[in-house]
């Protein structure tokens, strides 16, 4: 594997090459101290930017040298102006570093007003001048641009860039051995401007961090602020404009994580323009060492038993059908496959011995410790890591997660609720360990009406999981009731779908709905024929292929395998035929994944947004529904 401090180094002179910054030749000759005062900047700037430059700095070496307008408070600097001479016969025992002393003048000076003195030496009887000067004070600027600061309490990375005024990427680039997460204490080179320069965080406003080319309108339609309202906010917009990275201020009810501005279905095939072969490593956990080839019956069983083996075999043919799909559309794929074995350990092994500075992207592992570990390293070279079937916890800026969060799930829910023209009715039924969550959905819709279980009678601090029928008498009335039902313990959940339907009758129309489906509604207690009647509506990474329409994907599947494709394949092809149309119709992943791009295959889309504090979230959204024991996607 190559240095990894050059690898360091190269990415952040890459990093570098949009912002304000020079590159130095260092020609025979030169000194840091030589280079800095031809910048004027101080060899401090110079070693914060090229650490390296301390133990290697030798000639045709490049250096990053700052050009920031950021500067220092004037420095005085003393000079001497040459006013005249004084005659002075030199005496017995005289020397010329005792005339230096006497009259505050050097050697050099000496000898430079009586050159006899470059070939003789002093002596006694000799008349010489000394050289008489004045002191002249002037003040010089440097550029010393670059600060220590220790990182405070609560203090991330998008805090201290927005205190001294610049983005993300710029403070990673004055720190490019920082650790991803920073910790109290640790010691950043930040911009050295006045301490009453500062930006201060304040908690009365809201934070946004600008995405690559992002402009005044696109803003405008994400944060319905005009640009006017903007540079009120953020004055230092006026003169740098926006940058992608920077961080603004907004006011506080500026909703700056909701989910992105409806956009029509982008169809990548009209825009492919990069043919280069695509380089991609898949990283999953085969477990190959435990099994043995030879033995096919032994083989079939350990699949059929390792339900993790499974997912990962089916994951791997929807990769392999989306090589085979993108190549009929001129996409060619180098894939190299490790096996990480579930383990840490093993992962650390395959980064090591191997370079992965010159790939495309990276899919899995599935691991968390070991997925943090590739996309840590991956980091340098910012080579894309794409979290296919976890989500990982820390997205570092190189992470792509395929999976979008928990609460965007919840979001798109109710936003669909309040989609609704008519005027519906809500109910939310809740356990007690979901009753935090449920009153914040009550605030939602504020004459909305909320039950929670029933505590056990014996131990009034755990929860009974049932309500009574009659906390549902006169709830229902002619007309469309939406009912959240908040919990996942099947037996409630079993109880009360039981009972929603028996009030669903005549004109009485209730529709069950959820904020986030779990195992609670797939219960073997749990009749699909009550869901359908309720037509259960909730939020899902995925829908279902509609088995009613003709398919490619699936009919190549069902040709090849004789069964409907698992949710596994569809995810593995919708992942892999994303991820390389997305590179071929851009110089990379990252110009490819802006948020006004979304897509849509098999059974899963993908819209890309950049984290405030990381990399790239899915935030592409079903909202599915039961319809005639079917899974659709709702209207």
């Not at 017995?92 to 050159?115: H, Q």
């Not at 995405?211 to 640009?227: A, D, M, S, V, Y």
């Not at 979901?434 to 504020?446: D, G, I, M, N």
């Not at 009974?464 to 959940?493: D, P, R």
Request: proline fraction near 3%; charged fraction near 30%; glycine fraction near 4%.
């Amino acid at each position: 594997m190559k240095n990894i401090l050059t690898i360091i180094l190269i990415a952040f002179t890459i990093g570098l090459s949009a912002q304000d910054y020079i590159e130095h030749t260092v020609k025979p000759g030169e000194t840091i101290e030589s280079i800095a005062k031809g910048y004027l900047v101080t060899p401090f700037d110079i070693y914060a930017l090229n650490p390296d430059a301390k133990r290697k700095f030798q000639p045709n070496s490049v250096l990053i040298i700052p050009n920031s307008k950021v500067k220092n408070d004037a420095i005085v600097d003393d000079s001497r102006e040459l006013i005249g001479y004084k005659d002075h016969k030199v005496k017995r025992k005289e020397t010329l570093y005792g005339l230096t002393k006497e009259y505050n003048v050097s050697e050099d000076e000496i000898k430079k007003a009586n050159r006899f003195l470059y070939s003789e030496n002093l002596k006694k009887g000799d008349k010489i001048r000394i050289p008489k000067y004045r002191t002249v004070v002037s003040k010089q600027t440097l550029m010393n641009t670059v600060k220590k600061y220790t990182v405070q309490p609560k203090e991330g990375k998008w805090r201290i860039a927005y205190k001294f005024g610049i983005s993300v990427a710029e403070l990673e680039a004055l720190n490019p051995f920082m650790n991803e997460t920073i910790q109290p204490g640790d010691e950043l080179n930040v911009p050295n401007i006045d301490d009453t320069e500062e930006k201060q965080v304040e908690s009365t406003f809201g934070y946004y961090e600008v995405l690559p080319k992002e402009g005044f309108f696109r803003l405008k339609i994400k944060l319905n602020l005009t640009q006017e309202q903007l540079e009120k906010l953020n004055p230092e917009l006026k003169e740098t404009g926006l940058k992608a990275g920077m961080v603004l201020k907004v006011p506080a009810d500026v909703d700056t994580t909701s989910s992105l501005e409806v956009v029509e279905t982008t169809n990548l095939k009209s825009n492919l323009t990069n043919f280069k072969t695509k380089k991609i490593a898949l990283m999953l956990p085969y477990r190959l060492d435990r099994i043995d080839v030879d033995a096919v019956e032994a083989t079939k069983d350990k699949i059929k038993e390792d339900k993790r083996l499974s997912v990962v075999l089916d994951f791997h043919v929807g990769v392999m059908m989306a090589l085979d799909s993108a190549k009929q559309l001129g996409i060619s794929t180098d894939l190299k496959v490790f096996d990480t074995r579930y383990h840490i350990s093993r992962t650390a092994d395959i980064l090591a011995e191997n370079d992965f500075s010159d790939y495309d992207a990276v899919i899995g592992p599935m691991e968390e410790n070991s997925f943090n570990r590739v996309a840590m390293t991956l980091k340098a070279d910012n080579i894309p890591v794409i979290a296919a079937m976890n989500k990982p916890k820390q997205v570092y800026g190189n992470v792509f997660q395929t999976l979008p969060e928990d609460k965007l799930l919840s979001k798109t829910m109710i936003d669909f609720v309040k989609a609704d023209s008519l005027k519906t009715k809500v109910v939310i039924i809740s356990d007690h360990l979901h009753r935090t969550s449920s009153e914040a959905l009550q605030k939602q819709f504020p004459n909305s009406k909320l039950i929670l279980t029933q505590k056990d009678k014996k131990d009034k601090s755990k929860d009974a999981y049932y309500i009574y029928h009659a906390n549902l008498q006169n709830v229902f009335n002619a007309g469309k009731t939406i009912v959240f039902l908040e919990t996942e313990n099947t037996s409630l959940a079993s109880s009360v779908i039981s009972m929603l339907n028996g009030f669903a009758v005549n004109k009485t129309e209730i529709v069950l709905a959820t904020l986030n489906k779990g195992k609670a509604f797939e219960g073997k207690d749990i009749d699909n024929n009550n869901l359908s009647n309720l037509k259960f509506h909730y939020p899902s990474v995925h829908k279902d292929f509609d088995e009613t329409k003709s398919n490619g994907f699936v009919d190549t599947y069902r040709k090849e395998y004789g069964v409907s494709p698992s949710k596994y394949v569809s995810r593995g092809f919708d992942i892999t035929l994303d991820l390389l149309m997305r590179l071929a119709s851009a110089e990379n992943l990252y110009e490819a994944s802006i948020d006004a791009i979304e897509t849509e295959y098999i059974e899963n889309k993908f819209r890309y947004n950049k984290a405030l504090m990381g990399g790239y979230v899915n935030e592409a959204v079903y909202i599915v529904k039961y319809d005639n024991l079917r899974i659709v996607k709702a209207d």
